[in-house]
T-cell receptor, first 111, second 114 residues
Framework: EDQVTQSPEALRLQEGESSSLNCSYT??????LFWYRQDPGKGPEFLFT???AGEEKEKERLKATLTKKESFLHITAPKPEDSATYLC????????????FGKGITLSVRP | KAGVTQTPRYLIKTRGQQVTLSCSPI?????VSWYQQTPGQGLQFLFE???????NKGNFPGRFSGRQFSNSRSEMNVSTLELGDSALYLC?????????????FGEGSRLTVL
């Protein structure tokens, strides 16, 4: 069974203080690893897809990287508006394989 | 373009009752999947429908069911509600299949079971 573990559960940063969020996974053949952002009272919003080890994707202050066992979401010089819960999900290579989500990391950025 | 619309947004039920939740996907999207989100378990996959056919199902009891209509709109039903069914139920749509992983989520239906 596919498993996703995200750490830490919560992270508090000062504005401008860069950090990384971790997503460790086990999956039988990786089809893709996905990052989502969820704001309170909202549904998750898609951020990135990573397909193979060594791949990187960037969007504004966010950069996602992938290895064979984990993914990192690096946040450079965060702003208060980056405060949200960040979810990681994996999908195995089997036909009609479902997405398995981690429990998320709640990021709070203080001004 | 309009996003994924879920109704109702909030509802309160009592144990033993049943509930039906509705989801209208983004226009042109043929895949609809449903997730249950709770603080303890996170997001858990319920099922996915594509062109009116259930393609995949998560590990939930038979009290949880769903369907998709020819216009891609979807409903899920929970019968004989239990306290543990209290959760945020999220619907997501995608253009072709959940296999793409790029899902567009609605804002959810928050169910409270008393």
């Amino acid at each position: 069974e596919d498993q996703v573990t995200q750490s830490p559960e919560a992270l508090r940063l000062q504005e401008g203080e860069s950090s990384s969020l971790n997503c460790s996974y086990t999956v039988s053949g990786l089809r893709g690893l996905f990052w989502y952002r969820q704001d309170p009272g909202k549904g998750p919003e898609f951020l990135f897809t990573l397909y193979s080890a060594g791949e990187e994707k960037e969007k504004e202050r966010l950069k996602a990287t992938l290895t064979k066992k984990e993914s990192f979401l690096h946040i450079t010089a965060p702003k208060p508006e980056d405060s949200a819960t960040y979810l990681c999900a994996v999908q195995g290579a089997g036909a009609n394989s479902k997405l398995t989500f981690g429990k998320g990391i709640t990021l709070s950025v203080r001004p | 373009k309009a996003g994924v619309t879920q109704t109702p947004r909030y509802l309160i039920k009592t144990r033993g009752q049943q509930v039906t939740l509705s989801c209208s996907p983004i226009s042109g999207h043929r895949s609809v999947s449903w997730y249950q989100q709770t603080p303890g378990q996170g997001l858990q996959f319920l099922f996915e429908y594509f062109s009116e056919t259930q393609r995949n199902k998560g590990n939930f009891p038979g009290r949880f069911s769903g369907r998709q209509f020819s216009n891609s709109r979807s409903e899920m039903n929970v019968s004989t509600l239990e306290l543990g069914d209290s959760a945020l139920y999220l619907c997501a749509s995608s253009l072709t299949s959940v296999n793409t992983g790029e899902l567009f989520f609605g804002e959810g239906s928050r169910l409270t079971v008393l």
